[in-house]
């Protein structure tokens, strides 16, 4: 039997004298950049640093790549996934209406699961020993990444440097400046944290941990403020098949060009702020502000045209499902078979949702104003005030309230005590 005391505290971290070559996620950054040299010194290992392109907007891979190789890597390898990212994640997580808490689709929670998969891949395939990655103790990242490396790649360990070394922003700067590492956008005041891709923007840190703080100006990268949007609104339409959206505005075109044009006119109305408050996996409660235009678009012309060909049955049930799939994303579990297997009947369910949804965005605001589909369970003759005819027969319906109400009616009696 090993001695506790001497057993890591998981399966999966890594004993720094086992660790010789390091796959570091790195995003070019302050943290990763620090990182890229503090493994080099620490542990005395090689670091091949792996960028991955989710479709984070203003990003320069070939000025990420030249820094890498700078501080020392002996490789960088730069993966554009926006396909694989918006086919196997972002689409999924349409179909499945994924959203936590009050309004969060899950931009990062899908990224995350997605960057870590990668770099299980090019770890193996570089002969590295260790992944690392520039997570926080306190976030839900490390906990998405950590178990994805320990899930797919038990051979691999892990180490996290931001989550052991005890510096803080101050000592990062001055190690950055004792090892020629450039930080960009000066040093005096502490930037927003901001994790971005195709499906959007959160910002966290400086005055959103005042809670009472209304959201200042400078915070918004993506989405235009509602009060400078234009004066006139613009009515979009996607369309649908089988869940997936194909088209904008009658064009079709691929999905993470699709993804893209949704943002831009999300983002020129002002639509998809979020201001969230959140329950983070550890425990912690934080707040959030996101830009999430094409989600703002996209989610609620899905949901809309599930809804028109989904029964009341199938409507009901399917949102219990959804709420379950985004925990089970948000909380790092994205390879536990109960993913997969919501995603069999969310994919079921999905079949019939082909369609066309319009949305009208103003200020704001994005509401659903038109939808049509070949499979909706309408039909505007049974709908309509006028009399349908022998389709729907009004003379029945008292029949079925009689029997509709049997129970409620039996136990209101019983409770009221009334006789007879
Ligand atoms: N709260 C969101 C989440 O947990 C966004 C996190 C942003 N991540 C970051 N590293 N800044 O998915």
Same mark, same amino acid.
């Given at each position: 039997m090993s001695d506790p005391a001497t057993q890591p505290v998981a399966s999966?971290?890594?004993?720094?004298?086992?660790?010789?070559?390091?796959?570091l996620l790195y995003s070019g950054g302050l943290d990763t950049s620090v990182m890229l040299k503090w493994i080099q010194d620490e542990y005395d290992a090689e670091v091949v640093a792996l960028t991955v392109n989710l479709g984070q907007p203003g990003e320069d891979y070939d000025v990420i790549r030249g820094k890498a190789l700078q501080l020392g890597a002996i490789d960088c390898r730069i993966v554009d996934a926006r396909e694989e990212f918006a086919r196997e994640y972002v689409l999924r997580a349409i179909k499945a209406n994924a959203v936590y808490g009050l309004g969060y689709p899950l931009f990062t929670a899908l990224g995350r699961p997605l960057i870590a998969k990668l770099a299980v891949e090019h770890a193996r395939a570089s002969g590295c020993d260790t992944i690392a990655h520039g997570c926080t103790g306190k976030g839900n990242d490390q906990v998405r990444i950590d178990a994805t490396v320990a899930t797919l790649a038990p051979e691999l360990k892990v180490v996290a440097p931001v989550r052991e070394w005890r510096m803080g922003r101050e000592e990062e700067v001055a190690y950055a400046r004792d090892h020629g590492i450039p930080v960009k956008g000066g040093t005096e005041l502490a930037p927003y944290s901001i994790d971005d891709n195709l499906w959007g923007r959160s910002s966290e840190g400086r005055w959103i941990e005042q809670l009472d703080h209304p959201p200042e100006d400078d915070v918004f990268g993506l989405v235009t403020r509602p009060e400078d949007a234009p004066d006139v609104a613009e009515i979009v339409t996607?369309?649908?098949?089988?869940?997936?959206?194909?088209?904008?505005?009658?064009?079709? =075109?691929?999905?993470?060009?699709?993804?893209?044009?949704?943002?831009?006119?999300?983002?020129?109305?002002?639509?998809? !702020?979020?201001?969230? !408050?959140?329950?983070? !996996?550890?425990?912690?409660?934080?707040?959030? !502000?996101?830009?999430?235009? +094409?989600?703002?678009?996209?989610?609620?012309?899905?949901?809309?045209?599930?809804?028109?060909?989904?029964? =009341?049955?199938?409507?009901q049930f399917k949102p219990l499902l959804d709420q379950r799939w985004a925990y089970l994303v948000y909380a790092g579990l994205w390879w536990e078979p109960l993913r997969s297997d919501l995603d069999a009947y969310i994919e079921a369910a999905n079949e019939q949702v082909t369609g066309t949804v319009g949305i009208k965005l103003y200020k704001g605001s994005a509401r659903v104003v038109t939808r049509t589909s070949p499979n909706a369970?309408?039909? +505007?003759?049974?709908?309509?005030? +006028?009399?349908?005819?022998?389709?729907?027969?009004?003379?029945?319906?008292p029949g079925f309230i009689e029997l509709w109400s049997l129970q409620s009616r039996m136990a209101w009696r019983m409770r009221s005590g009334a006789t007879g």
């Open positions: 999966y971290l890594a004993d720094p004298a086992d660790v010789h070559r390091v796959l996607v369309e649908f098949e089988r869940g997936a959206p194909v088209a904008l505005n009658g064009e079709r =075109i691929g999905l993470v060009e699709l993804l893209r044009q949704a943002a831009e006119h999300g983002a020129r109305h002002g639509v998809g !702020i979020v201001d969230h !408050i959140e329950d983070r !996996i550890v425990g912690l409660k934080v707040r959030d !502000i996101y830009e999430v235009p +094409a989600a703002a678009i996209l989610l609620p012309a899905h949901q809309e045209l599930e809804r028109l060909v989904g029964t =009341i049955h199938q409507n369970v309408y039909d +505007a003759q049974l709908a309509t005030f +006028a009399e349908s005819g022998g389709l729907f027969s009004q003379a029945a319906s």
